[in-house]
């Protein structure tokens, strides 16, 4: 999931070629249902990394302490 609307995520996804599924979240509905964290003092919105199955099953989540503590691509695409 991410901020951006629907427009500015494919390109998003098509420029990272990002071999999974995403979903534009705009208004933060969803980003929000999953706790992601938001300090002002830290520029806004903590990253949030999170792996849903099929099932709609929380497999992996990763909420960072700062705009750098985002785990690698390659960490998330081993769990896929």
Not at 32 to 44: A, I, N, R, S
Not at 55 to 66: L, M
């Amino acid at each position: 999931m991410g901020p951006e609307n629907r427009q500015g995520f494919q390109e998003y996804w098509a420029k990272e070629k990002l071999p999974f599924i995403g979903l534009p979240d705009p208004d933060h509905n969803i980003i929000d249902l999953y706790g992601q964290e938001v300090k002002l003092l830290k520029f806004g919105r903590m990253p949030a990394q999170i792996l849903i199955d099929m099932q709609g099953i929380v497999k992996y989540a990763h909420y960072g302490q700062s705009m750098s503590d985002i785990p690698a691509n390659e960490e998330i695409l081993q769990l896929i």
